[in-house]
């Protein structure tokens, strides 16, 4: 945690919770403020294995990155990428394959601020603050220009994110924009928060979130997150909780079964 507010730029209010600084409290990171701290601990309380949950899902991040560079996949756009925590796309891919590219997308300056802290130098990487609502302004952004080839397959990552953009903002039209700019043997991975889990927790933090001033997350079926994918083709096990994507090693799943079906996961091919 910290106070040591110098990098943080003016434009961020620090007495509202962020998504993305909760999610950090969640992980252990260090980049969050009071308010978020207050608010973590009250969604710990509303959710004991809120911690879990994000720890889980930043599993699946490793498993679906390792996944597509095994696959041949060397570029990699993050969007919703959070506040650089642990084990981050670039740090898994370049770790298997040094070459790997990685351009990171959030619209929270914090996130965005940290990400170019923890980014400097390195020249394989880097970060846009966007909103994933304009496609436009991140797929001609001058970051993805530089660093991603179109004409070669590509990394989409969307992890616990789609939850986060309003039903009203026609996310699947959204997402379509997306794979249609990718090129064949891209790749698509999606984590997102399930309406058909028994976790009442994660509701009531939800909720409590949105009353104070942070943003809904938006549970969806099963079908609906699905068809985030569309023609692309999902590779096995297809579409499933996000702790038993291709689990394997320790961590990647709870030992709270209702930690473990709060969400989604897979990883899709475009044809
Ligand atoms: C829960 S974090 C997930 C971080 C990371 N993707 C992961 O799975 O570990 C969600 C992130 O999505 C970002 N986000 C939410 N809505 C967004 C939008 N419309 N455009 C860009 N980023 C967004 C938030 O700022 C936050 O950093």
């Given amino acids: ?17 962020s998504p993305a600084r909760l999610y950090d409290y969640m992980l252990g990171g260090a980049h969050n403020f009071a308010v978020d701290r207050q608010m973590g601990a009250k969604i710990e309380h509303l959710m004991p294995h809120a ?7 930043r599993k699946f991040l490793g498993r679906a990155v390792r996944f597509m560079v095994d ?3 060397r570029q990699f756009l993050d969007i919703g990428s959070g506040i650089p925590t642990v084990a981050n796309v670039h740090e898994v891919a370049q770790a298997v394959a040094p070459e790997c590219r990685v351009v990171y997308v959030d619209r929270d300056p914090v996130a965005v601020a940290h990400s170019e802290l923890i980014l400097a130098g390195n020249d394989r990487a880097a970060v846009l603050q966007a909103d994933m609502r304009d496609p436009d302004s991140i797929l001609n952004a001058g970051e993805v220009g530089r660093l991603l080839d ?13 939850h986060w953009v ?9 997402m379509k924009h997306y794979r249609e700019a ?16 028994d976790n009442e927790g994660v509701r009531a933090a939800a ?7 942070g943003e809904q997350a938006i549970e ?8 985030f994918f569309g023609e692309f083709e999902l590779v096995e096990p297809g579409l499933v909780r996000y702790a038993e994507w291709r689990s394997s090693g320790p961590g990647d799943i709870s030992d709270d079964p209702t930690v473990n079906e709060i969400a989604y996961g897979s990883v899709g091919r475009k044809p």
């Fill in 1 to 17: 945690m910290t106070d040591d507010r110098n990098w943080v730029p003016q434009s961020v209010d620090v007495s509202v919770p």
């Fill in 71 to 73: 696959a041949g996949v």
């Fill in 150 to 162: 179109f004409d070669q397959p590509i990394g989409l990552l969307m992890l616990f994110m789609v």
């Fill in 166 to 174: 309003p039903t009203e903002d026609d996310p699947w039209g959204l």
């Fill in 220 to 227: 969806r079926g099963k079908d609906e997150i699905a068809a």
């Fill in 51 to 57: 911690r879990s949950a994000a720890r889980i899902n």
């Fill in 207 to 213: 909720t409590r979130l949105s009353q104070v001033g």
């Fill in 182 to 197: 990718l090129p064949s043997g891209s790749y698509l991975a999606i984590t997102h928060l399930a309406n058909d889990h």
